[in-house]
């Protein structure tokens, strides 16, 4: 059985602080995939990234860096200089490529709030 | 280009009648996904169709729902009976390989 745990249900920032927002998976799968998910008050999931299980390298897209680490089995996402625009939920999702989909388990969410 | 759509946007609806959620995917997806989220139960998958392959229905929580995805397209998702327990937002995804797209939903109320 596949779980994700995000422990922090809601995090409260002032604008331009650095923020952390936890991941940590459970998988038996060898070839999986985690992604980060935004839901913004309007309520639209919207993409933000894929990692493959086979590739720990981290990755930085502008304001957005995210930390692979296999060895805890965590998947953190970093926003740096946080903006109000950023507010929303943050899910952190999981698939396994079972050759039957990749149906993604989710986490229970970090409700993201930034404040002027 | 276009995202995927849903419709309707809310549903209310009485408990015991039928309802149809309808999902456009983002063309030239060849998968597509139900979830369903609620207070309770968080993000939850539902049925999976890929192709002309037999839907992966694992996570339907009864024989009350049902799915059909029509020339490999245009999905409905059906809900018989309805119960007060249905009543949470239905989000339909298309996905080219790996990564899934969502819609906006359809946020269904039973009264």
């Known amino acids: 059985a596949q779980k994700v745990t995000q422990a922090q249900t809601e995090i409260s920032v002032v604008e331009k602080e650095d923020v952390t927002l936890d991941c940590v998976y459970e998988?038996?799968?060898?070839?999986?995939?985690l992604f980060w998910y935004k839901q913004p008050p309007s309520g639209e999931l919207v993409f933000l990234i894929r990692?493959?299980?086979?590739?720990?390298q981290n990755e930085i897209s502008g304001r957005y860096s995210w930390n692979f680490q296999k060895s805890t089995s965590s998947f953190n996402f970093t926003i740096t200089a946080s903006q109000v625009v950023d507010s929303a939920v943050y899910f952190c999702?999981?698939?396994?490529?079972?050759?039957?989909?990749?149906?993604?388990?989710f986490g229970t969410g970090t409700q993201l709030k930034v404040e002027l | 280009g276009a995202g995927v759509s849903q419709s309707p946007s809310n549903k209310v609806t009485e408990k015991g009648k039928d309802v149809e959620l309808r999902c456009d995917p983002i063309?030239?997806?060849?998968?597509l996904y139900w979830y369903r989220q609620s207070l309770g139960q968080g993000l939850e998958f539902l049925i999976y169709f890929q192709g002309n392959s037999a839907p992966d229905k694992s996570g339907l929580p009864s024989d009350r729902f049902s799915a059909e995805r029509t020339g490999g397209s245009v999905s409905t998702l059906t809900i018989q009976r309805t119960q007060q327990e249905d009543s949470a937002v239905y989000l339909c995804?298309?996905?080219?390989?790996?990564?899934?797209?969502f819609g906006p939903g359809t946020r269904l109320t039973v009264t």
């Open positions: 999702a999981l698939s396994a490529d079972t050759g039957g989909g990749n149906k993604l388990t």
């Open positions: 998988t038996r799968d060898t070839t999986y995939y």
């Open positions: 063309s030239g997806h060849t998968a």
């Open positions: 995804a298309s996905s080219p390989l790996y990564e899934q797209y």
């Open positions: 990692r493959n299980s086979f590739d720990e």
